[in-house]
């Protein structure tokens, strides 16, 4: 079995095209051919010695399949060999065959394709728990999502407008600004050019979700609603804040914070039976989609990591393994 070894995991790291045994699945998995998988910054995280993978889980990159079942775990009654099916893992997923948990998969339709349906696990599942299952967002609420262009937020834009709330977003270019409208973004911001913070009300959003940490943080408390929320999904500019806890008190703010990875099978089995029990209809009538940037080929998933760091993409880059 091929797979993406990372040599020499830190700052000096690289990524090598390595051949080893074909994994094993459990009574409740399934082994998938692997077709296409995305990328996530948690594996550009992994590779730089960062972001381990939960105890148990392969040293493997990826979060994301796409392929055929070629085995069933004893236990697995819901899918045979032969399926089309595209799931969530803890890690794994830049290989040939990838054992994943039966819960954690679904049938691909036969409108989709390969590309479509890898890009979709992590995004789908992580948008859906920080606006609706933690955030709880409604209509008329307005969200501001920073990096328009990444894969859960040109998701998460498109979800919320399904939701009819109103959405901020922020971008690193003039041309992601168009792009970011298209998804039915109601106001976009180059953050190059103009802070955020000045364009926006306080005391306006009612969620705010984060994936930058640092000075950003206090700037939100100011942005926010009273009694609303800030979820906060990664750290990229720091996880080291101060704060005034006063603000925080006085305005009666939730502070949330939230990782997919590391949750257990059973937490992540309900967000993954929810996310597609209220979505699964506009997903299949493509009312609601990835945004597909690019894609590779195995042999070029350095190619790929050094267009994920160079923050050049809007949407998801796809990997076709096969």
């Known amino acids: 079995m091929r797979y993406v070894h990372i040599e020499n995991p830190g700052p000096h790291n690289r990524l090598i095209i390595e051949n080893g045994p074909k994994p094993e699945c459990s ?31 392969s040293e493997v990159l990826g979060l994301e399949v796409a ?15 032969g399926d089309k099916v595209y799931g ?12 994943v948990e039966a819960s954690l998969a679904q049938n691909i339709p036969d409108s989709w394709n390969y590309t479509l349906a890898a890009a979709l696990p992590e995004s789908l599942t992580t948008v859906y728990a920080t606006l609706f299952d933690l955030g709880k967002l409604r209509s008329g609420q307005t969200l501001l999502i920073h990096g328009a262009g990444s894969g859960i937020s040109s998701l998460a834009i498109q979800m919320a407008k399904l939701s009819n709330a109103h959405v901020i977003t922020t971008v690193g270019s003039d041309d992601k600004m168009e792009k970011a409208r298209k998804l039915g ?57 101060e704060c005034n806890l006063a603000l925080i008190m006085r305005k009666r703010l939730q502070i949330i914070g939230f990782v997919l990875r590391s949750q257990s099978l059973e937490e992540k089995n309900k ?44 949407g998801k880059i796809v990997v076709h393994v096969d």
């Not at 399934?30 to 939960?54: C, E, F, S, W």
């Open 27 to 57: 009574k409740s998995q399934i082994l998938v051919h692997v077709r296409a998988t995305a990328l996530n910054r948690a594996d550009i995280m992994q590779r730089y010695g960062k972001y381990p993978p939960p105890a148990g889980e």
């Open 67 to 81: 392929g055929d079942i070629i085995e069933v775990g004893a236990n697995v009654t819901q899918f045979k060999p």
């Open 88 to 99: 969530l893992v803890g890690s794994g997923a830049y290989a040939e065959y990838c054992p």
């Open 185 to 241: 973004a109601d106001q976009v911001i180059n953050y190059r050019k103009q802070d955020f913070e000045d364009l926006i009300e306080d005391h306006s959003v009612d969620l705010i979700v984060d994936f930058v940490g640092g000075d950003y943080f206090n700037k939100h408390l100011h942005l926010l609603k009273p009694k609303s929320k800030l979820i906060q999904i990664a750290c990229l500019k720091g996880s080291s804040v």
């Open 271 to 314: 967000l993954w039976d929810e996310v597609h029990k209220h979505w699964m209809e506009d997903l299949r009538a493509k009312k609601l989609t990835p945004i597909i940037d690019s894609e590779f080929k195995l042999e070029q998933i350095e190619a790929a990591h050094q267009h994920m760091q160079s923050g050049a993409h809007f």
